[in-house]
């Protein structure tokens, strides 16, 4: 596996691959950028499938190997939903950015 820039191309005898450096696909936009949940702090935006989104409100807990976000929903037209839920993320999981 090489890096060249921010890309990673990787060769067997048989097929050539490149994985995108904290590239993350979601379902109905694509490739976007994304970031290890552990970076994410208060106020900050996720992005999920289908254009949904969650901003941070506070991080709840934090173990060795996983993070506990509080967050609310935001539907793909900007509509807050008003749900506040809790969402356990491994530290190293790619989130996309909003």
């Not at 060249?4 to 005898?13: G, I």
């Not at 709840?60 to 807050?80: Q, R, W, Y």
């Amino acid at each position: 596996m090489y890096l060249l820039n921010d890309v990673y191309l990787y060769q067997t005898k048989t097929k050539k691959q490149i994985i995108m450096k904290n590239k993350v696909q979601i379902q109905s936009i694509g490739k976007v950028n994304g970031k290890q949940a552990i970076n994410f702090k208060k106020g900050e935006k996720m992005l999920w499938n289908f254009g949904y989104k969650s901003e941070v409100l506070d991080i709840v807990s934090e173990t060795a190997k996983f993070i506990t976000f509080k967050l609310n929903s935001v539907d793909p037209f900007g509509k807050t939903s008003g749900e506040i839920y809790e969402r356990r993320l491994k530290k190293d999981r790619l989130v996309a950015i909003a």
